[in-house]
């Protein structure tokens, strides 16, 4: 059986946006796309609503392009344990409040079991800071917080 995977908005988001001039951004896009073309059928992934809704924002031809990414990965159901964990992580000010689709992401994946969550949001999802007191939390609930990764991490995998 292939690992459960959670793919969070900004993966889709780096494989159609422009090449960046930022070189670190632009090697995150490369590997993004080289974890796509090489890896990703070594997993069964799987999206949320509010990935959905993530991508569907902005540019029309961007979001167009973004949602094709997303065509046949099944949506997780948005459960009320999901929102009830997004509310205990928000609480502890880990993610601040106008971040609460990443607390939303985090609980999703993990309600749901996944064993990895895929993202470049380095900020309040991929954060060494407050990664194992997410994963604390989880565990205080119940849960086993999915192994948090970049496309990076995963590709020696």
Known sequence: MEPRLYRETTIPSYLVARHSRDLRLAAD??????????RRQNYELFISG?????????DARAAAERLA???GIPILPELQAANELTEQI??????????ALDASHIAMATIHGMDYLLTWNCKHIHNVVII???????????FTCPI??????????
């Open 132 to 142: 194992r007191r997410i994963e604390r939390l989880c565990d205080r609930f119940g």
């Open 29 to 38: 896009q490369e590997t993004t796309q080289e974890w796509w073309e090489e």
């Open 90 to 99: 928000l609480a502890t000010g880990m993610i601040p409040a106008q971040a």
């Open 148 to 157: 948090i990764c970049t496309p990076n991490d995963l590709m020696d995998v």
């Open 50 to 58: 509010f990935v959905r809704m993530e991508v569907e924002r902005g």
């Open 69 to 71: 990414l997303l065509e």
